[in-house]
């Protein structure tokens, strides 16, 4: 596709060099020649004009000189035109204007606009412009195209800026050229030839063909173009670039075609297409005028593992589409939680307000609490082993140090979040100090106590971060009140199906029913499960009973009493049929609850103290249990 293009405006230095450049440019839009006896201004319009007075082509007399000097003389600039001045022979002293007129020789690139198309102030040494147009011209807008193409009569760069006086002013045509208005060399009889070889036109203009203008034929030149685009203002939050490429444009400049691009600020967006066109003057808005699309502001939507958001189909269609990282104002989002690995009780729809912010931003929460029951089963020295039935079980071995150069299978603990495990203080507590968190390290999805048992296929296992001990546990000095470490892990646990956390009940009314005597509570562990018997290879879990509290002192010697601190729960059995000892200490006490139709284990307390027995473990005895609950604020520090 070709353009004929008429008038072209170049940029210009300054916005008065602009005014100008475009007063000359009304060269191609030359009405009439007809005489009129208007009086304007200071130039009278007569029919005849003195002997050395020269007659505008609106009747207006100037001094006979005026003609192709440089200056505008004429109100409707007739002796400034490139047809007037074309043919002009300057002498050699003097400086000859692209278009033909003579000005002083001192002219050119003296920051003095001399000649009525600036052209002694826009060559290119005035400019100290390093670019040279050997092979390639450098468009304005930094685009290239073959040095061959520029001046030609044709528009090759995307913004015009080829053929422009700016672009041609230093041309010099062979004789047999036609010199275009602006300085580009076109064929020999492009003059008149009622096609457009200029891409101002100023081949066709009617004063150099000596006729009145008629709308110019389409030819085979690029098609031709009739009115200018004025990039409009930035859009409010955003900008525009041009939309094959990153385009520097600016508002206010004019190009013969443009397709503008509006990209909005961080925190906006535009609603709908974000281009629009111009060709001609003419642009490809409903109105035809330059209005842009708005910015408005858009809620980011960030994706998150637990959730899929669907975002609402507004007006008549029901259903609803995909969502984008960002989304307007008023759009509607469905949350649907990843199941089965995700879940939320109260699921809500989320709505982008008016200020680019969601109402709320909803994430569902891992199922916790859950049991699996498609463990595969192991009978291990005749005893059965589910993998993965407590599957927020943690395995908390110290490190290998000088007495020990195995990990040793310390305590237990249970997974609140991927990398939050709860286990008990005294775990960490040695000769009434913290230990360092650099001593440990966890382990999960394990079916044996061994730290590197070939047969846990899906343990995982994390250094530890930090541990956080409540301030009022001090050990056995403070009697074991406040039993709780808070673990932060160095790699957080993937979840599948033996890695989930179990839930924590602080806020619902689920998780937090008043405990019965008898109901069961599963605790899981690795450690003793008989009297001075070896600790067990294998993660056995027990369901013990709940025991209130003054049973709990009844049955328990006098003297452990002050074990059984306001802050603990006790159960187990006192007859011999399970006992946790050593190796137990920190792992959960979880009560399922119906959650919904779903039962879900929710943790109430953590393995901490027991009464001494005649061997290193006592089976005969009940066990207490820091109360979860009553330690929210503690542990809500760390989720
Ligand atoms: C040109 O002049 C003629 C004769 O006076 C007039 O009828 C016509 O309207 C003028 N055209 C323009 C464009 O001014
Ligand atoms: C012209 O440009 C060159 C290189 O960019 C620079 O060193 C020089 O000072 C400039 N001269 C003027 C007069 O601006
Ligand atoms: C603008 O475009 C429309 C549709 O192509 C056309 O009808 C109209 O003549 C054009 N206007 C100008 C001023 O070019
Ligand atoms: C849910 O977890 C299972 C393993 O328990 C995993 O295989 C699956 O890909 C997860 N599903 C989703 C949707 O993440
Ligand atoms: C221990 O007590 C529980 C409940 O009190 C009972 O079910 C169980 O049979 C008893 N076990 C032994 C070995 O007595
Ligand atoms: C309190 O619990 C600790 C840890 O189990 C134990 O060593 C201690 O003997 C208990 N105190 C009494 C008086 O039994």
Known sequence: MVVLAIVLIGFAMSSAVESADRNFASVSTWRN???ATVSHGRFKRQLQCGLYEWRCADGTCIASDGECDGKIDCPDKSDET???????????????????????????????????????????????????????????????ISAEYFCDGILDCLDGSDETVRACADKICPGHLFQCAYGACVDQGADCNGRNDCADGSDEAPELCNRIPTTVEITNRRPAIS????????????????????????PGQVLPYVKLKVSCDEGYGVVGDSVIFCQDGNWSTKSGQPILPKCTPFCRLDPHISVHYHCQLTGQLKGSRPCNPSEPAGTVVVPECNRPNYSLRDLRYMRCKSNGQWNRIVTC????????????????????????????????????????????????????S??????????????????????????????????????????????????????????????????????ILETPFEYHTYVRPVCLGFRSDVGNLRLQRGDLGKVAGFGLTAENGPGSPVLKVVDLPYVPVNECYRITPETFAENITG????????????????????????FSEDDLGVTR???????????????????YTVITFTLIRQHEDFINQFL
């Open 33 to 35: 020649s007809t005489e």
């Open 82 to 144: 490139h047809a007037r001045c074309r043919s002009k022979k300057c002498q050699s002293n003097w400086f000859r204007c692209t278009y033909g007129a003579c000005v002083d020789g001192n002219a050119p690139c003296n920051n003095r606009v001399e000649c009525a198309d600036q052209s002694d102030e826009l060559l290119t040494r005035c400019r100290n412009d390093s670019r040279l147009y050997k092979d390639t011209f450098r468009c304005l807008d930094e685009n290239e």
């Open 227 to 250: 009115g200018q685009c004025e990039l409009p203002p930035y859009p409010e939050h955003g900008t525009y670039t041009t939309g094959l490429n990153t385009r520097r444009v600016t």
């Open 365 to 416: 929460h891992p199922v916790c609490g859950r049991l699996t029951p498609a463990g595969e089963t192991l009978i291990i020295n005749g005893k059965t082993a589910k993998r993965g039935e407590v599957p927020w079980h943690v395995a908390i071995y110290r490190k290998p140090h000088r007495s020990n150069n195995l990990h040793e299978l310390i305590c237990g603990g249970s997974i609140v």
């Open 418 to 487: 991927n990398n939050v495990v709860i286990s008990a203080g005294h775990c960490f507590w040695v000769s009434k100090r913290p230990q360092a968190a650099s001593m440990f390290a966890v382990a999960t999805a394990k079916l044996f106590s061994d730290w590197d048992h070939p047969d846990d296929k899906d343990a995982q296992k994390s250094e530890l971060k930090s541990i956080a001990l409540p301030d009022h546990f001090k050990g056995a000095s403070a009697n074991f009140q406040s039993d709780l470490a808070i673990l």
């Open 567 to 590: 802050d603990k729960i006790c159960a187990g059995y006192n007859n011999g049929t399970a006992a946790l000892c050593k190796g137990d200490s920190g792992g959960g006490l979880a």
């Open 601 to 619: 284990y929710y943790l109430r307390g953590v393995v901490s103290t027991a009464p001494k027995g005649p061997g290193t473990c006592n089976p």
